[in-house]
Structures are given as structure tokens and as C-alpha cells.
């Protein structure tokens, strides 16, 4: 093939890499080049081109790592002969490692888009332990998993969740406290109903978890937005505009969705008030177990001896949503009244699921999964940020978050977040926008991005460079119109 | 042995054969008879003893059917030889085959006692199909499993169910029209959360379901006490007395005790005063597959062309109650309404017990599951039925209702019901009491009993004589006291 035909086009979007990279794998795709051809070696495709040997190896690494060409040593480097089923042109080899898309005949959550929030790695979830755990579980429960269940959760899985608790997040509970719940909107919906009456006023993020507002305020709450700023929410405003609010939601750890943690005076501030008042400080441990640099900080209710907080965690982040599984860890007064109330929820649903997670706890298994998830993430973000800082330059910035399964980016002023969310959807991109997460209205614009299913750079370049298409065109618009 | 001892003695609780039988299992129990030992003949036993060559037959098969005796035709009959860890001298051969309690570490809901409501046979359930199902999910469901589920359930599930329903139950729906809930109470939850406001009045059976009407006055609802007669809830009274009610809580085919079946005349009645005022009507079809005479009645819902019934089913009765799946048919009008409610529910939980039962549904399995278990429910029936007229006589009348899974039985006006489950629960002996399930006072008491896990006639019997013990005892200390 002509070796000009690969060039890249300094005039055109992204790095020299990417495009020599993109114009091998449409070659490929479009027959110019045929599984088995012997491609030419870095330094004469450098020379040829008159690019730098680094602009060429990056490319070439790329390729070899997602198969596009096998590299022979002395021999040189090929076109992959086992390329057979070709990925169209414009459709990148790692898309079709991603995990499949959800089945035609149950569409509506649907597929996984590039950048989609609150999903884990779904292609690194250990199905096969999983399956075989599954049939274990089905011959030892027998007739213990048809009865009623506890409506407080499966005893063993109470057992291995206050175990985790302790080991991991600093909080000494019995498994009485444990109560395992649908999600972490069961565990919302069962405080609202013990706890707090429609109309009670409780201090909520600004900017904070969406869906979790959106609940409360369905179940008649009212909320008053506390800032957050780089130590976390902002204790001492709460104090000052709400001190007689009966609750506060808090996720301390990586607050969500900046990713701050909640500095250790605030914590005692926070605790102080709610003891002071008598109010409930729910704190949402979201994603805890996702943190790159530095040590994970203990939970919230590691430090709470008034007995004011109480824990929420989630499987949905560490194992997979489609469990729906969450749990609540009340202070051990509020036990018996927890349980009466539990008469009246639907609660955590079949024992099968809660059955399989406890033996995945028990076995050792989880905390493997969360080690190697720790790993896979820490590359994941790497791959994202690279990708935002090679593509984007200074027209986003990172925020140097310490963990969590999303990175968020704030834009320059003049972007609206929302329009240009919506037209990453409209492309096919699940960025979020900053300003969702606000109840006032956002100081600075920004997009959030999950990076979990990022399984090559290949593809998080890719995917970036379709938002920078998006956002280059929504700032061309904006220009025109202003 | 002397068989003189085996026999019966006509001022002994319980008829002749019972007797026999029991003293039989105490002979080799106790060892006075041992595995391998040649029995009588019936007729020499029947000489021996002066008894009706009938009623040893009766005995002699019981004793055959339950693995104690082997028949070897002309051979005679002999002490079966594979009787090894004997069981204890009162409790039955068929104690041993009824399902294993619930294992130690979750025993709070429990133990399945004799005579427990609610329950359906946990023996009859076929495991291994069930466990060859999942193993086929968990292979094909992959991704799609592992993603948030969508709220209202699984599609395949919701479509398996619509199917259903239109041949079994007369209701013409789409799929979009179910929604899968966590359990009943998730229905009704869902219910309260979108069409109702609390303080809003509802008709409620009297008798009527118990855990739905706490469910119900635990949401806020106000709940107008409706009498039921032999022709199921009086409409005439409730017209009159709460005409102005926002909904009404049915259970038309097989009456929430009772067991009788709403008439087409009130069926009519009630949909036209749910049309007129705007009101709800929500049908409870709890357990209408399990019917011995006559054909099931359709649903209410496939009469409902003004489009106020809200339709229940659970697979709690016709599946088990570990799965906590049931679901909800909206009239289609209301569909949207509660997709949008949907956002704020917990929901009905995991996929995959979900895609289980949907694949047990496609499969045929689930119809054949029914079938059996009518035939089952029938023998069970007729075992508990015999064992009462039998033991107690006239000292209880039993409803002939026509399907469930329990039976009724009223006591003579003098007996408190309550008094006599509570006693019964001390023995160890699940019944309900009636009175429990009325608003109003009870005109009579009466004993609720299930029967599906009654594994065998000599159990029943032998339940059933426990029960008499406890009713004698409570007979007597209310002469003592009176």
C-alpha cells in the first residue's frame, strides 16, 4: 500500500499517534491491508512520513496491544493473520471486546455507552466463580432460601458484611445492625420511613448525588444545599443557615461527585452537631474501596460514639447494579426500631442473590475482586486522563480526584454543561453534566465521565475524540450565536 | 410381641385404625418390634383383637405407604429392614421426610411448622429443573444481568407473565401493563405511592386479609370494614356505608379466608361503583390456581372494561415465597403514571430469580408445576379434611371452600380463637385464628390451618390428634374457669 496514505494530517483533530493509528486500522478494515502483510518498522515509517519515532512506536504499541499486529522480533512486525470478522471502519477492534450490549428484548437501561456513570468494569467481574458459586448455593439453601425471608437480609450475608465493615472501614458493628436493603434507595426509603416525617429539613451536598436527592425530596423532604468546597461539605455554613435541620446526607470519603474528602475537623464538627441536636447523619459510602493515591480514610461512623450515623454501602459499585443490593448500619439503639418497620417494606428481595454474595465474601473472593479492581481502575482513569489531557488540552480540567469510578472536568465558564451533555448523548456518549448535581446553580461548569469500561486506551481515545468533536462543534454553535 | 398390646382402645382419643397404627410405630419405635419381623396377617390380627378386617387394612396400609411395613405377597408382611436411626416414639416416619427445618443461623421467620399458612409445599417443588434453569441463565444473562434492571422488571418476565394471564386468568394485558414487585406488599406499596394519599378510605373485607390491611393502615389508609357472606364482600354495605371511598381491597375467586367466591351479580356491582366514583379497585389473586371442584372463575380484572382493577399475583403460592416475586397489572391509562413512581421504589430486586422464573414460565415448566400441585393440594386437602372430621367430629366445622391452600374450620361459639392458637402455638402447632383476620368482632371463631406441607396422611393424623390435645386442654380449663 501507499505509505503516504497513512499520514497524518497536522491540520486535523487530535495527536499525530492517534491518527496514524486510526488510519492503520481503517486500512485494515478496508482490505488495504490483509492479515498476514508485514508493515514497515518504526523507523522507516518514521522517515517515510517524516514523523517522530515516538509518534510511530506509540501507534504501533497501540495496535499490537488490541491485535491489530503481531510483533515477530527480527522478522518485523505483521498485520494480525488471525484478524477474520473485521470491525467496520470507523468502529475501533476494543469495541468489540466491550461488554456486550444488552439484549434487544430488555433495551431500556440499556447498552453501555462510552463515559457511562455508576457502572463497575462489568468485562473484569469473575462470571465464572460467580456461575460456580451460583450452583452451590442452590444445592446447600434448599429449602431454607423458599421460605419467607428475614426482611432485615440474609443472616450469613449480615455476618460477612459486618465482618468487611470492620476490616476494612474501621466500623465495629454486629450483624444485628447490618440490614440489608434493594439498593441504596431501599436503604434511603427505610430511614425516611423510620426516622424522619415528610417535611423534615436535612443538609444535602451542593453539588451532590442526584438520584439520591430526587428520592428525598419525593418522599417529602426538604433539603437545604450545603457548598462543598475542597475539604468537603461545608460544615460551618450548615451550621449557619440550617443548624436545626433534623438530617444530613454526607459522603465523606470521595464526596460525590468532586471526589474531595471530608476533612477530619469538619467530621467532628459534623457529629458534634448531629449528637448536639439529636439529628441522623446518613452517610453514603458509595465508592470507598476506589482510591489511587494515599490511604482510604475510615467511614464516618468509625468515629460516631453519640450513635447519630447511620452507614450506607453498596454492591452495586463493587460487584454489579443489576444485584440491587445495598445495606444500612444502624446505631445498635435503633435496632428494634428498624425492625418493626421492616414489617412494612418490601425489603431486599429473593435470598438467592444475598446467598451468592455472602459466599463470594466468605470465600475470600471479594476482596480479591477488590484488589485487582483497585489495579485495573488506577490504568482505567490513567487511560481517561491521558486521553482528556492529550485531546483536550487546557479546554478542560481535570480535578485531581483521589478515587471513585468517574473523573470530573471542569469546563471553561463560557460552556454550558447541560447542552453540551446533551449533545454527547445526542452522539452517543453518556457524559453528565456538573450542573445536574446542583441545587444552586453551579459556579463553574463541568462533565463527568466514567472511565470503568474504558478496556483499551484505543477506545478511550477514541471515545474522547468523539466528545471533542462535540464539544468543538457546541462551541463553534455558541460562538455563531453569540 | 403381645398383641394385645397393639390393641385400640375404644375410650382412647381418635378412631380404631389411628390407634392401630400408632401403636404399631410405638412397637418399633421402642423396639418391641424389630426391621425384618413377620407382622400378622390382617385377618388373624382382626381375630386377634376383635376388630373390622377393614380398619387393620386401613392401618396395615398407612404403616406400608409410610416405609414402616413391606408387603411381600404371599410371603406375608414383615418390619421393614431398612428402618435404622429409628424416630423418636411420637413422632411419625413422615416427620422425617417433611422439608428440613430452616438452618440454624437464619431461624427468625423458620421452622415450618404443621398447620402453617402461607406456605406453599416446599417438598413438591422441583429443585433440579430449577437448578439446570439457573445455570442457563447465569450462561446466557451475562451483561445484561449486571446492569441497573429496569424498574418495572425483567422484560422477558413481564411478557411470560402477560401470557400467562390471558390464558389462565381471562385478563388481556400487554407487558407494559405488569410490573414486577417485591412481593404483594411491593404491589401495594406502589399502589399507596401513586394512586392513593394517606387518609384516603378503602373497603376491606371483613374477614379479610391480614398483612394487607396492616400494610395498608401502616401507609395511612383508612380502611371501612365490608362483610363477607357466602357470596363474598357485601357491595350493598359498602354502598351504603362508604360510598365515597377512593378504593376497595378484594380478593374475588377464593375469598381471603374464606374461601368463597365473589358472585357475578357483586363482581358487577363493584366495577360499576368503581367507574361512577373514580375508585380503585385492587384484586388479590393470591392463590386462585388452586381450586379441587368446579372451574376457577376469571379474574375480576378480565371484567374490568372501565379500567379501575388493579390486578395481584404472587408467585409466593405457586412458586415459593423466598423468591419474593408477585406484580401488578395496571389498566393501561395508568401505565405512565407509574413508570414515572417507578423512579422512587426500591423495586423487585436482582435479575436473575427474575430470569429464572421467566425461563420457567417459557419452558412449560411452570404449567406443569401447577398442574401437579393441584392434584397435590387435593390429596393434601382430603388428608387434613378426613384427619378433622375424624378426630375432632363435631367439635369443628370445616368451610367446604372450594381451592387455596388452607382450610377453615369454625369453632363452637364458646371457644376464643385466639386464645386457642396462642396454645396451639405453644405446642408447637402453627394454626391462625379468625378472629385475627376481622376488623369487627368475629361472629364465631374459627381455625385457620394450611395443608401443603403435609407430606403424608399418618402426619396429618398425627398433627391433627396434637391439635385435639390442645383443644381438649383449652375446653376444659374454660369449664374450669366458667
Not at 502483510?37 to 519515532?53: E, K, Q
Request: net charge positive; glycine share 10%; proline share 7%.
Amino acid at each position: 500500500m501507499d505509505l503516504q496514505l497513512l499520514k497524518p494530517d497536522a491540520g486535523h483533530d487530535g495527536p499525530m499517534y492517534l491518527q496514524l493509528y486510526r488510519r492503520y486500522r481503517n486500512a485494515i478494515a478496508q482490505g488495504q491491508l490483509a492479515p498476514g502483510d508485514r508493515v514497515p518498522s518504526v523507523r522507516s515509517l518514521a522517515s517515510a512520513l517524516n514523523l517522530a519515532r515516538g509518534t510511530v512506536e506509540l501507534a504501533y504499541q497501540m495496535l499490537t496491544s488490541e491485535g491489530y499486529f503481531v510483533a515477530r522480533g527480527a522478522a518485523g512486525t505483521i498485520v494480525s493473520p488471525r484478524i477474520t470478522g473485521l470491525p467496520g471502519a470507523g468502529e475501533p477492534k476494543a469495541a468489540r471486546e466491550a461488554p456486550p450490549a444488552m439484549p434487544s428484548r430488555d433495551t431500556a437501561p440499556g447498552d453501555i455507552l462510552p463515559f457511562q456513570l455508576g457502572l463497575p468494569a462489568l468485562d473484569a467481574f469473575p462470571r465464572k466463580t460467580w456461575a460456580r458459586l451460583t450452583g452451590r448455593c442452590l444445592r446447600t439453601l434448599d429449602t431454607a432460601a423458599m421460605l419467607y425471608p428475614h426482611p432485615a437480609g440474609y443472616e450469613p450475608l449480615r455476618r460477612a458484611i459486618a465482618t468487611y465493615l470492620g476490616v476494612s472501614r474501621g466500623i465495629s458493628c454486629s450483624h444485628e445492625q447490618v440490614f440489608v436493603t434493594g439498593g441504596y434507595r431501599g436503604a434511603l426509603d427505610l430511614v425516611c420511613r423510620t426516622l424522619l416525617q415528610p417535611g423534615d429539613l436535612g443538609w444535602y451536598e451542593d453539588p451532590g448525588y442526584v438520584h439520591a436527592r430526587h428520592h428525598l425530596l419525593n418522599a417529602g423532604m426538604r433539603l437545604a444545599p450545603i457548598p462543598v468546597d475542597d475539604e468537603g461539605m461545608n460544615v460551618a455554613v450548615g451550621l449557619r443557615v440550617a443548624a436545626d435541620a433534623r438530617f444530613a446526607v454526607v459522603t465523606p470519603t470521595h464526596q460525590s461527585p468532586t471526589g474531595v474528602a471530608l476533612s477530619l475537623p469538619r467530621r467532628l464538627e459534623l457529629l458534634e452537631w448531629a449528637k448536639a441536636r439529636g439529628a441522623w447523619i446518613i452517610e453514603d459510602d458509595y465508592d470507598s474501596e476506589f482510591r489511587y493515591h494515599g490511604r482510604p480514610l475510615p467511614a464516618l461512623k468509625s468515629l460516631d460514639a453519640g450513635g447519630r450515623v447511620l452507614y450506607t454501602g453498596t454492591f452495586s459499585k463493587v460487584l454489579f447494579p443489576g444485584l440491587r443490593l445495598a445495606y444500612l448500619v444502624a446505631p445498635s439503639a435503633l435496632v428494634e426500631r428498624l425492625n418493626l418497620a421492616l414489617n412494612h417494606v418490601p425489603g431486599p428481595g429473593s435470598i438467592l442473590p444475598q446467598a451468592m454474595v455472602a459466599e463470594f465474601m466468605e470465600q475470600g473472593h471479594f476482596a480479591r475482586h477488590l484488589r485487582k479492581m483497585r489495579t485495573l481502575y488506577a490504568t482505567r482513569r490513567g487511560y481517561l486522563v491521558d486521553a482528556l489531557e492529550r485531546v483536550m488540552g487546557d479546554r478542560l480540567y481535570v480535578q485531581p480526584q483521589a478515587g471513585g469510578i468517574h473523573v470530573l472536568a471542569y469546563l471553561p465558564q463560557e460552556h454550558g454543561d447541560r447542552a453540551l451533555a446533551a449533545a454527547a448523548a445526542a452522539a452517543g456518549l453518556a457524559v453528565g453534566a456538573l450542573s445536574d448535581w446542583y441545587m444552586h446553580n453551579a459556579e463553574r461548569g463541568g462533565l463527568l465521565m466514567g472511565f470503568a469500561n474504558f478496556v483499551s486506551a484505543g477506545w478511550t481515545d477514541d471515545a474522547t475524540m468523539r466528545l471533542q468533536v462535540v464539544l468543538e462543534r457546541s462551541r463553534s454553535s455558541t460562538r455563531a450565536t453569540s
